[in-house]
């Protein structure tokens, strides 16, 4: 083949990877290409010849043809590289499975989806989940994602692996043991959640599908130094809860989305009327009702009268007494009128939860400071450690010292009474 025939093809082949819609990056790239091949280049009869400049057809601004699950597979790499513990979830998409990575010696949650996968709805799915978690990073109330591939028509994705569950499972043990989360704790959960929405709509994507069972709980041990030098407990172990929003096969963007309706439960009323306008406050609306289940309320309906109701501003029965300002507060969060509820940077910032927000960044000193005494305690122990060590070996050197002091002297008595001193003489006359 001619070598600038084999350069031209090689110039002008579309790249084999998928494009994330979900980051303004992938548009810039797309847009670049297109514009690079508005100069075309042709052959013909052995001569280069220059393209039209003109408008470009429809072929040229195509993107690029989304790579199927089945062109992905590869050698089983679950099984490679990780270790499976237990089954810890199931659902519509697929199941859930504590994992150990052999490498690394970490645990991981590994979701695997049903089969067959490529070519349904629940691929496309699976690739929004991968597309979204890529772009959204790290966050602390966002469940951390590590990598995704493809086995078997399987997708498979590698997130962190929350220790505490499910918050629907939290919930549904309160429900029969008729124990639910107080307004403080539930005023933290509302908090972090929101945090955590805040960063996904900063990121100009609406998560669509928020509810109990998409929050998943991270618990951590706590050290707080407490009680006074010499105590052998000088600690106690406190239990720090951190709310993590995961589940992100129904992210879409906020313009031009693509909105696959989630669970109907929680669904806000002018999604199903596909009114997009204030898009991001279908999850505001979703997140009101998830704390009214965390409080105790009866499971929502999927339909009918009292769904009618709530979507109408109605609060659900909570069984248990709440102020009437959170009351409020989770009333504006399903007011009707999407435009008029809060913003989840206004929910942070609301009067409602600033004591919570304060609690937190309290509770944050006091760790810190709990640290710090702990260090100078470590810090003190050390340093009556090394003048222990001192003063020992400064009794050793003493030690030595008088025991050099005290031969010298006996050396310098032996030689006065040998050579200094005379001896006595005794005469007896008769």
Not at 72 to 79: D, F, G, L, V
Not at 210 to 227: D, E, G, Q, R
Request: aromatic share 6%; with cysteine.
């Amino acid at each position: 083949m001619d070598l600038s025939k084999l350069l031209f093809l090689t110039r002008n082949r579309t790249p084999h990877v998928n494009v994330n819609p979900f980051t303004p990056d992938s548009i810039y790239i797309h847009s670049s290409s297109v514009q690079c091949r508005r100069r075309k280049r042709t052959h013909r009869d052995g001569e280069m010849m220059d393209g039209s400049d003109g408008e470009l057809d429809d072929e040229s601004i195509r993107p690029a043809k989304r790579i199927p699950i089945t062109e992905s597979n590869m050698k089983s790499r679950y099984t490679t590289e990780f270790h499976e513990l237990e089954k810890i979830g199931s659902g519509e998409f697929g199941s859930v499975f504590k994992c150990v990575k052999r490498l690394d010696g970490c645990i991981y949650a590994i979701k695997r989806s049903k089969k067959p996968l490529a070519g349904s709805v629940d691929e496309q799915n699976a690739l929004r989940e991968v597309y979204a978690h890529a772009v959204l990073g790290q966050h602390t109330h966002v469940v951390r994602y590590y990598s995704a591939w493809a086995e078997d028509d399987h997708m498979l994705i590698q997130n962190e692996y929350c220790n505490g569950g499910s918050l629907s499972d939290a919930v549904s043990d309160n429900y029969r043991n008729r124990h639910y989360l107080n307004e403080p704790e539930l005023k933290d959960l509302l908090l972090q959640v929101a945090r955590g929405l805040k960063y996904i709509h900063s990121m100009s994507l609406v998560h669509m599908d928020i509810k109990p069972s998409n929050i998943f709980i991270s618990k951590k041990l706590v050290t707080n130094s407490t009680a006074d030098e010499g105590d052998d407990d000088d600690c106690i172990l406190s239990t720090n809860i951190i709310y993590k929003i995961g589940d992100l096969g129904h992210v879409t963007r906020v313009s031009n989305p693509h909105v696959e309706e989630g669970d109907s439960r929680f669904l806000a009323n002018e999604v199903l009327q596909e009114d997009y306008r204030y898009l991001q406050k279908a999850d505001i609306f979703a997140l009101a009702l998830t704390i009214i289940s965390a409080s105790g309320a009866e499971p929502l309906p999927t339909n009918g009268d009292k769904w009618h109701e709530i979507r109408r501003g109605k609060l659900p029965t909570i069984p248990q007494t709440l102020s009437q300002e959170f009351l409020d507060l989770l009333k504006l969060m399903l007011h009707p009128d999407s435009e008029k509820r809060p913003t989840a940077g206004a929910l942070i910032r609301h009067s409602v939860l600033l004591p919570t927000a304060r609690k937190n960044a309290e509770q944050l000193r006091l760790e810190l400071n709990a640290e710090k005494f702990k260090n100078a305690l470590l810090q003190k122990e050390l340093k009556k450690a090394q003048m222990a060590k001192a003063a020992a070996e400064e009794r050793v050197l003493f030690t030595a010292r008088m025991a050099t002091r005290s031969t010298t002297q006996s050396n310098r008595s032996t030689r006065i009474i040998g050579k200094k001193i005379n001896r006595s003489v005794s005469l007896t006359i008769y």
